[in-house]
């Protein structure tokens, strides 16, 4: 659900930053005409839909019987990706509206709002370090590795 969640809030900052880069101008044409701005978007784009896709692949999962215990690698990676992404496209969001986006009105405040959320998608769920502990261990499960004294 955290998950979810985050890769809607990094949809709606991509949403935003493409409406704002068709209509503001700067240097006498179009944010969009500018290379960088489309290299932003595009990777905003690609980290979001790669993000839906591996939630969708975990609901399918889930969808056809898939035991809680054996989802949790790919329920923590998911949700890394998502809070990641959130906070990648709040940041580039941020970055295109420029100076708009760090005040509570205007036509930067929905990316202001979202940027202030970020950490509060990162956190809950276990904070995004411990995830990746556990996405580690249950990639090295089925090879026999264990770390140390840690409990596979």
Known sequence: VIAVGANR?????????????LTRKT??????????????????????????????RIAFAFSKGAVDNDMGGACAMAKVQASTTFEFCAREASQIFGGSAIVKEGKGRVVERLYREVRASAIPGGSEEILRELIIKEALKPLGVALGNAKL
Do not use: W
């Open 27 to 56: 240097f006498g044409k179009l944010l969009i005409e500018h290379q960088v701005i489309r290299h932003k978007l595009a990777e905003m784009a690609r980290l979001i839909e790669s993000t839906h896709d591996m939630i969708e």
């Open 9 to 21: 809030s990094a949809r709606v900052c991509y949403q935003e930053a493409i409406k704002h880069a």
